[in-house]
């Protein structure tokens, strides 16, 4: 689920968004699969950091070496200016379509489980509803935050 973050810097903002910048590939990740897939086979062998600088707005992603996480978490957040420098503040949170594909699929556990009890098979409705609960945690467990929330405290003042 989304969690709020925020890190205040001795940077200016300008200076800031140019780090950021310069730590990351520029990718902006769209509804398109194949062109996740692309992304992902070209940084296969290297991690990297990716997204997307759009005015004061950030959207930052980690991509581990030989992992295939095109729908990992990632941070969306916004830079703004202070007195003693800027603050940058935002959420980590997974793209929209983990989201939507999580909850597909555990509306068609759900189903599946419905129609089996249905039959007579309380058995197999308890085995539909683990598949849909443990399917439901596998996509929208992941370990990239730890790694953007360390990347993104490193800038703090």
């Known amino acids: 689920m989304p969690e709020k ?4 810097s001795g940077l200016t903002k300008k200076k800031l968004l140019k780090r950021i ?25 290297e991690s990297v950091y990716y997204g997307r600088i759009s005015g004061s707005e950030v959207e930052l992603y ?14 969306y957040g916004t830079v703004s200016e202070t007195e003693e420098g800027c603050v940058l503040t935002g959420r980590f949170r ?12 555990v509306v068609l556990a759900l189903l599946c489980a419905l129609g089996t009890y249905a039959g007579g098979s309380s058995t197999g409705a308890l085995v539909f509803l683990g598949i849909g609960a443990l399917g439901a945690f596998a996509m929208l467990w992941d ?6 929330k360390t990347y993104l405290s490193s800038f703090g003042a």
């Open 94 to 105: 997974k793209p929209v379509y983990a989201y939507v594909t999580a909850a597909v699929f």
């Open 62 to 75: 980690y991509h581990r070496a030989g992992k295939r996480d095109g729908g990992s978490t990632g941070f």
């Open 143 to 148: 370990r990239s935050k730890k790694q953007l």
């Open 21 to 45: 910048s310069g730590d990351m590939v520029e990718y902006r990740p769209s509804w398109n699969i194949l062109s996740t897939g692309r992304f992902m086979r070209a940084h296969r062998t």
């Open 5 to 8: 973050f925020t890190v205040r």
